[in-house]
């Protein structure tokens, strides 16, 4: 008998493992702890060799020079897109969906359904690598969000003809800065992501850009500078985007916790999962 060959313990292999077990434990009360713990490690193993990939010098620039905005092409490993991809079928049936007239129509999971659902998703979220390497983008020790905060980990789906959002800013009701993480997941789609850098810079003219979140496609962005929208749907088409936030101060007053929470639960994932942690889908 042989040895086992090498690759029984390269990530990939380990990631098909994890592909496997997240079809079998889908229950939502009894998280499966060792198959996180594979996860984790292996998305560390990813993300870390990724991040080592990439043209530090000229991200820097760009993210700077953009006004604090980053659109990065297939930075997403193809291993963990394959396992997000599956996660995906599990959290269509909980997508949430809402209707503001002339702002925003679609669909949203928020993260107490994401976390058990979607743990390869969470895993990214929660990865030391990523975070160190936006740190060192942004210039600033951004952490996670609260475990309350449905944003933290969502994801958006354009599934209906139509379905868009308005322009706006990813406005911090936190006491500083909040930053928004973008990743492509699925795009069927002629939809863009239309960008208005350099509003709130006086010493530059405004500047367009519109850009398509193919899968693995990253986009990072400081939520109080960047004027954003999502073009219409067009018939037949999808679109998922998996959104992460990170802040600098985990601290809200209570008063802007009332005003985020009423807009979450209007705009996104809905009154009772929001006010009270649950899914009125499970
Ligand atoms: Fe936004």
Same mark, same amino acid.
């Given at each position: 008998m042989g040895a086992l060959p090498s690759r029984s313990f390269h990530p990939i292999y380990l990631y098909t493992i994890r592909l496997i077990t997240s079809r079998v434990s889908t229950d939502m009360d009894s998280p499966d702890s060792k198959t996180s713990v594979v996860n984790d490690a292996v998305t560390e193993a990813m993300i870390r060799a990724a991040v080592a990939k990439l043209d530090w010098p000229r991200l820097e620039h760009e993210y700077w020079e953009q006004d604090e905005f980053l659109y990065l092409n297939n930075f997403l490993p193809p291993e963990v897109l394959r396992v997000w991809e599956q996660e995906l079928t599990t959290l269509r049936p909980r997508i949430h969906r809402n209707y503001i007239p002339g702002h925003k129509k679609g669909g949203s999971v928020g993260y107490d359904t994401m976390r058990v659902l979607a743990p390869a998703m969470d895993a990214v979220y929660r990865s030391q690598s990523f975070i160190q390497f936006l740190q060192k983008l942004v210039r600033a020790e951004i952490k996670e969000c /609260?475990?309350?905060? /449905?944003?933290?980990c969502a994801l958006y789906a354009y599934t209906e003809q139509g379905d868009h959002i308005g322009f706006h800013y990813d406005t911090s009701y936190y006491k500083d800065r909040r930053y928004t993480v973008l990743f492509g997941l699925r795009d069927d789609s002629n939809s863009r992501l239309v960008c208005r850098l350099h509003?709130?810079?006086?010493n530059r003219e405004t500047e367009w850009m519109a850009v398509k979140l193919a899968p693995g496609t990253l986009v990072l962005f400081n939520g109080d500078k960047v004027y954003h929208a999502v073009t219409p749907l067009q018939k037949g088409e999808e679109r998922f985007v998996l959104t992460l936030q990170y802040v600098t101060s985990e601290e809200m007053h209570w008063f802007w916790r009332f005003v985020s929470n009423m807009k979450d639960s209007i705009a996104y994932f809905g009154f009772r999962q929001v006010f009270f942690n649950r899914d009125p889908k499970v």
């Open positions: /609260p475990e309350s905060d /449905p944003h933290r509003t709130r810079n006086a």
